[in-house]
């Protein structure tokens, strides 16, 4: 606090010893030096011009004025100065420089250490205390600066859907903030915010540009268009006549798994039964050429080696008796999952899975062939 009065002081003083220079120079015959006003008139500066600049600075001494408007007044008359000795300085005759040009420096260099501290650019308080013996007064002022950020604009463009077909339309999105003026490539200016519906011939690209007191920003978004191709029409199905499922699916309802009792490889009543059928579906005359696979399982009881053998044994039974019922043997292939496959924890029934009856069957799964 003490070091920046005293600088201020030191300031103020000389600035006035500046201005007091100043109003001498303008008035030269006041000090009947008959030398410098021949120089002075030599540079043909009017004298008014050094008694203005004198005041300014003596102005801005007393806090009337910014010194800024000073140091830049004394600048310009410098640069005047300099301009008309450049002959002097190209040859090193600095003697033979005007008088004023060393002042006008040091005036320059007081107006910029003094414009930081008259230029607030944050709230500030100041304080003043006069003292007189013991008795002390105080007082304040706050110069309250209110600081403008200036916020980059911000744009978002997009575009739904980003691909159609030639003739189709998509519609552009678009959002800003912070922006002045908002516009996009095809459409022009547009509002700051909204959506419009564009029908582009060709793939097109969109930007966006939006211009705010912070600068600019841009976004783009891309519409593909693609040509409309022309679907071929489904041939005419014959009147009265009518498709049914897949053949696959067909199989898998007609023909179902079969199940055996514990530790047995031989077919009950009801797996024959239901052979017979299978064995009639498979020869009807859609079906002929149907190649299919059954597949033996068996219930986690046992060893593993033991289990792929019973379900060998199995499936084989399933076989044999759909071939002695006339089926083609190279129709069907068997494979063993023993008990892979087994998913039950207690005996349980057939139709109930997970279970050990339930594990215990014969699967015929669909390969190949057959007529829709």
Known sequence: MGKSKWKNYALW???ILLAVFYAMVATPKLIGNAEMV????RWRLPDKLYLLIGSLELLGAFGLLISRTAAWAAGGLILLMLCAAGTHIAHGEWSMLPMPVIPMLLLALVGYLRCPWLIRRET???EIVARRGKKVARDKATIKVNVIVVVAPTINLRSEPSAIESGQSATLRWSTANARTVTITG???VVASGERQVSPRVSTTYTGTAVGDGGTAAASAHVTVTERVAKMPEPAKPAGVKVGPPIAEQFRKA???IYFEFDEADLTAASQEKLRRVADWLLQDPHRTISFRIEGNCDPRGTAEYNM???????????NFLVSLG?????????SYGLEKAMGDYEGS???APSWAHDRRDDFVYLSGGKQ
């Open 13 to 15: 003083a000389l600035q």
């Open 38 to 41: 021949e120089n002075f008139r």
């Open 124 to 126: 500030t308080t100041f």
């Open 187 to 189: 459409l022009g200016n």
């Open 255 to 257: 023909i179902t798994a």
């Open 309 to 319: 053998g019973l379900g060998d044994r199995r499936a084989r039974a399933a076989k």
């Open 327 to 335: 089926v083609d043997t190279n129709r069907i292939d068997t494979i």
């Open 350 to 352: 057939p139709d109930v």
